[in-house]
C-alpha cells in the first residue's frame, strides 16, 4: 500500500514535466516565428504567428475579414500563413495583386488548375498533367465560354428557367389560397436555378433535380479535398461525397454517349473535354472527372450569388418597386412586348435596359464574394519594395523561392473601409454602381488574370434572367430573415449564406 504515494507523486511530476516541455517548446516555437528570414539577401515575407503545430491559423482564418485586416495592419500587405500543415504567401493589397495577376508565367495558375483536378476532382495524374490541357484544351474551354460563343446555351438556360418558373408560379398560387406561400428563399432559389442551368448545360437528359443532394454533399467537402496535407483516412468521407456525385455522372453519360444526337446537346466546353478525351483513350472515370468540375463551377457560385442578389433587393421594399418599375418599362420598350422578350435578350442588352438590377448585382459580388486566387511560383522572384508598403519589406522587397504558393485575397480590397471603397464599404449599396455615382476602385469578384472565371458571362446571364423573372412575377413579403454570411467557407467565390430568409410570395 505505501507504493501507490510514491507512484502518484512520480506521476505527478512526470506529468508535470511533460507540461512544462512541451509549454516550453510552443514557447520557442512561437517566439522564433517572429524572427525575419532573409534570403539573398532580402527578407521573406513574415510568418503570422500561431500555437498549434499543423493546425496553424485555421481556425482564425474562419474569423473572416476581421482576421484580413488584422494581419496587414500587424505585418503588411504580404505575409506567409500556416493552415492544416500548408504555408502559403498571402497578400490583400490590391496593387500587389495586380503586380501577380501581370506576373501570369512567373506566377502560374495553370499548375493549379491541372493539380485541382487530379486532388479535388480525382482525374488521374497522367490525364490532369497531360500536355494536351496546354496545346488544346485550356484554349477551347476559354473560346467556348467567351460571349460571342454561348448565345445557344444562354437560349437554352432561359427556356428551362421559363418552365420553372411556370410551375413555381403555379404551386404559389395553388398553395397560397390568395393569401400568399411561405418560401425558404435560399432553397427555391438555388433548386430552380441549378435545375435550369444543368440541363441547359448537360442537356435536358441530365437527373438535375435528383443530382442536388450529392452535389450539396460534394460541394461541403470541398473544402476538405483542398487539404493536401489532411490525412488520407480523414478525406476518406469527403472522398465518398465525390464518389456518389460521380456515380451519377457517369450513369447519365453511358446513357448518350453513343447518341451523337444527345452529345451535341452538350454545352460546347463540355463535349470539347469529352470528345478530346476518348480521341486521347482517358478513362470513363477520367472524363467524368471533366465533367465534374463543369458541374461543380456552374453551381457552386451563380445560384448563390442570385440568392444573395435577391435576399438584398427584399430586405429593401422600396428598391424591389423601384427595380419593378425598371423592369416593367423595359419590357414596354420591346417588341413583343412580353417578359419572354427581355429574358432572351444579349448580356449587353439586358445590362443597358436594366441598369438598376445590374447595380445590385454588382454591389451583391462586391460585398458577398471571397476568391482566394492561388499561384504556383515557377522561378525565383522578388515582389518589389515600391508596393510594399509596411512589415519588413518596406522599401526593399520580398524574395519568394521557386514552388512556394501565393494566395491573393481579393475580398479585403472589396470591403476595407480604409481602402478604395472608403467609409462605407462594408454595407451593401447599389447606388454606388450607377452612372451617377459610379466607383472606379478595382473588384476582383470572379478572380483575375489568368485564373479569372471563364463562366462569368453565362452567369451574368443566368443571374440577371432568374431576377427579372422574379421581380416581375412576384410579390413579395419578408416573414423573417437571419440570414448571413458564412465565413467558415471564404475563398470559393460567392460566400455562402447560413440561416434562413422566409417570404411570403404571392403572384402579381
Known amino acids: 500500500m505505501s507504493l501507490y504515494p510514491a507512484l502518484s507523486s512520480m506521476a505527478s511530476q512526470l506529468t508535470w514535466t511533460v507540461i512544462l516541455i512541451l509549454a516550453s517548446y510552443l514557447l520557442v516555437r512561437r517566439l522564433s516565428q517572429s524572427r525575419v528570414k532573409y534570403r539573398d539577401g532580402l527578407p521573406i515575407p513574415p510568418l503570422v504567428g500561431n500555437w ?109 428557367l421559363e418552365v420553372l418558373m411556370s410551375a413555381w408560379t403555379k404551386d404559389v398560387e395553388a398553395l397560397g389560397n390568395g393569401q400568399g406561400t411561405l418560401v425558404d428563399l435560399a432553397d427555391s432559389v438555388f433548386d430552380i436555378m441549378y435545375i435550369a442551368s444543368s440541363k441547359a448545360f448537360f442537356s435536358s437528359s441530365f437527373p438535375a433535380k435528383e443530382s442536388i443532394p450529392a452535389f450539396k454533399a460534394f460541394d461541403q467537402s470541398i473544402p476538405l479535398l483542398l487539404l493536401e496535407t489532411l490525412p488520407s483516412l480523414l478525406m476518406s468521407p469527403a472522398r465518398r461525397t465525390r464518389t456518389d456525385l460521380n456515380k451519377i455522372i457517369m450513369d447519365w453519360w453511358k446513357t448518350i454517349r453513343e447518341d451523337l444526337k444527345a452529345r451535341e446537346a452538350l454545352a460546347p466546353s463540355l463535349i470539347g473535354m469529352l470528345d478530346t478525351g476518348e480521341e486521347e483513350g482517358w478513362s470513363d472515370d477520367d472524363l467524368v472527372s ?3 468540375p463543369e458541374l461543380w463551377a456552374l453551381e457552386a457560385n451563380a445560384p448563390y450569388a442570385a440568392v444573395w442578389t435577391i435576399v438584398e433587393i427584399v430586405r429593401r421594399p422600396a428598391l424591389y418597386d423601384l427595380l419593378y418599375e425598371e423592369i416593367t418599362q423595359a ?5 413583343p412586348s412580353h417578359l419572354s422578350t427581355l429574358i432572351h435578350s444579349t448580356q449587353p442588352e439586358l445590362l443597358a435596359k436594366c441598369p438598376g438590377l445590374n447595380a445590385a448585382f454588382q454591389e451583391t459580388l462586391r460585398l458577398h464574394t471571397s476568391s482566394f486566387s492561388i499561384r504556383k ?77 471563364e463562366g462569368r458571362h453565362f452567369a451574368s446571364i443566368e443571374i440577371l434572367t432568374f431576377l427579372i423573372s422574379f421581380i416581375h412575377t412576384f410579390d413579395v413579403q419578408v416573414v423573417s430573415d437571419n440570414m448571413q454570411v458564412d465565413m467558415t467557407r471564404v475563398g470559393l467565390g460567392i460566400i455562402q449564406p447560413k440561416g434562413k430568409t422566409i417570404v411570403r410570395l404571392s403572384r402579381r
Not at 331 to 335: A, E, K, P, Q, T
Open 52 to 160: 498549434i503545430p499543423f493546425l496553424g491559423n485555421a481556425i482564425d482564418i474562419a474569423r473572416g475579414d476581421n482576421f484580413w485586416r488584422e494581419r496587414m495592419s500587424a505585418y503588411g500587405p504580404v505575409f506567409r500563413v500556416n493552415a492544416m500543415g500548408s504555408e502559403k504567401i498571402y497578400t490583400v493589397d490590391p496593387s500587389i495583386i495586380s503586380w501577380v495577376y501581370r506576373n501570369s508565367k512567373t506566377c502560374d495558375f495553370p499548375w493549379y488548375r491541372r493539380h485541382m483536378s487530379n486532388h479535388v476532382y480525382g482525374m488521374s495524374r497522367d490525364v490532369a498533367f497531360s500536355p494536351v490541357w496546354d496545346e488544346h484544351l485550356f484554349a477551347m474551354h476559354h473560346r467556348a465560354m467567351s460571349p460571342g460563343m454561348i448565345g445557344t446555351l444562354s437560349e437554352r438556360y432561359v427556356d428551362e
Open 377 to 453: 511560383v515557377m522561378e525565383p522572384l522578388v515582389i518589389p519594395g515600391n508596393l510594399i508598403t509596411s512589415g519588413p519589406g518596406k522599401g526593399v522587397g520580398y524574395s519568394v523561392a521557386k514552388d512556394d504558393d501565393i494566395v491573393c485575397v481579393t475580398r479585403h480590397g472589396h470591403v476595407s473601409t480604409d481602402m478604395e471603397w472608403g467609409v462605407t464599404a462594408d454595407i451593401w449599396d447599389h447606388t454606388r454602381h450607377l452612372n451617377a455615382n459610379a466607383k472606379t476602385a478595382q473588384m476582383w469578384p470572379f478572380g483575375g488574370g489568368t485564373s479569372m472565371c
Open 331 to 335: 419590357i414596354h420598350s420591346l417588341s
Open 290 to 292: 471533366c465533367a465534374l
